[in-house]
């Protein structure tokens, strides 16, 4: 892969009193550059992405890509409005301070709702993405879509929305473990996506669980998917987002992916 590898930890695994002594050891095992992560966001002010920039330029790590904050209440897709439009307003925060990283990408969940119609589901998104990209906008940050537990026809009209928008800031990721076990694989989800995709995010499966494992613990094929990821026209990056994040993992991910760490 000739575009840059970034390491994804998890965090919110990880003890406030270890943190230091992680990202010292980064550097260590050829790690550059670390995926932002939500749990970095305070929203009682406190600007805990500033403590995270003084340890990352202590340590000489930089932070390019992040994930928009997760789970109930974060995604773009909600028909309560005012959980969306808190979601907004929080999401919103998250980008102002994520500015001072420099990040680029922000990984974003829909949160589609069998529930809902078709219509229904994307006339939410798009409220959601209207609100969101002039804060793009304003901090140089790309919005990033992530295919996630979607059924392959709303993968296929995620990718329109997207082109309908023609949008600088605002881009898809493709996440191949998510492809491999739903809506019909690695290749025809990237062969629907390659167009708009800005970031990557990569982890290892058998196609029935998304089980996020390091490459080699799965079924995916990832020679094949090396040669793909250098097709796409506007990929900025790639992330790893194994839940096993140590040293074996980033290097299982390396020895699959050529030796491009750098960008």
Same mark, same amino acid.
Request: net charge negative.
């Given at each position: 892969? #000739?575009k ?7 965090w919110?695994?990880?003890q &406030?009193? @270890?943190v230091?002594?992680?990202?010292a050891?980064?550097?260590? =095992?050829?790690? &550059?550059?670390?995926? $932002?992560?939500?749990? =970095? ?6 600007? %805990? !992405?500033? *403590? ?5 330029? #202590?340590?000489?790590?930089r932070?390019?890509a992040?994930?928009a904050?997760? +789970? ?9 409005? !005012? ?8 999401q919103?925060?998250? /980008? ?5 990283? #420099? ?6 969940h829909?949160? %589609?709702?069998? @529930?809902?119609? /078709? ?7 798009? *409220? ?15 919005? $990033? /879509?992530?295919?996630?537990? &979607?059924?392959l ?7 329109e929305?997207v082109?309908k %928008?023609?949008h600088?800031?605002l881009?898809?990721?493709?996440d191949?473990?998510? $492809?491999?076990?739903?809506?019909? +694989?690695? $290749? *025809?989800?990237? &062969? !629907?996506?390659?167009n ?14 998304? @089980? ?9 094929? =990832? #020679?094949? /998917? ?9 990929? %900025? ?10 040293k074996?993992? =980033?290097?299982?991910?390396?020895? !699959?992916?050529?030796?491009?760490v750098?960008?």
């Amino acid at each position: 892969m #000739k575009k840059e590898l970034i390491h994804f930890i998890r965090w919110e695994k990880v003890q &406030e009193k @270890d943190v230091e002594s992680i990202l010292a050891e980064l550097p260590e =095992w050829g790690v &550059e550059n670390i995926v $932002a992560h939500p749990k =970095w966001f305070r929203s009682d002010g406190e600007s %805990y !992405v500033r *403590k995270i920039q003084n340890l990352l330029e #202590k340590y000489h790590l930089r932070s390019t890509a992040c994930h928009a904050l997760w +789970g109930t209440g974060n995604d773009c897709i909600n028909p309560d409005p !005012v959980i969306q439009n808190d979601m907004i307003r929080r999401q919103s925060i998250f /980008l102002r301070e994520l500015r001072m990283l #420099k990040v680029t990408t922000f990984t974003i969940h829909l949160g %589609y709702r069998k @529930d809902m119609s /078709l219509e229904e589901n994307f006339s939410l998104l798009e *409220k959601s993405v209207d609100s969101l990209l002039p804060v793009c906008e304003e901090t140089g940050i790309t919005l $990033a /879509l992530e295919n996630s537990g &979607e059924p392959l026809p709303v993968i296929q009209r995620m990718e329109e929305m997207v082109q309908k %928008y023609h949008h600088p800031n605002l881009g898809t990721c493709f996440d191949c473990g998510h $492809a491999n076990c739903y809506g019909g +694989g690695v $290749a *025809k989800i990237l &062969e !629907v996506m390659k167009n708009n995709i800005v970031t990557c995010h990569l982890h290892d499966n058998y196609g029935e669980h998304d @089980d996020h494992n390091p490459p080699g613990e799965g079924n995916i094929d =990832w #020679k094949e /998917l090396d040669s793909m990821l250098d097709t796409l026209p506007r990929l %900025y990056h790639a992330e790893t987002e194994s839940g096993i994040w140590h040293k074996e993992s =980033w290097d299982a991910f390396r020895s !699959v992916l050529g030796k491009t760490v750098a960008g």
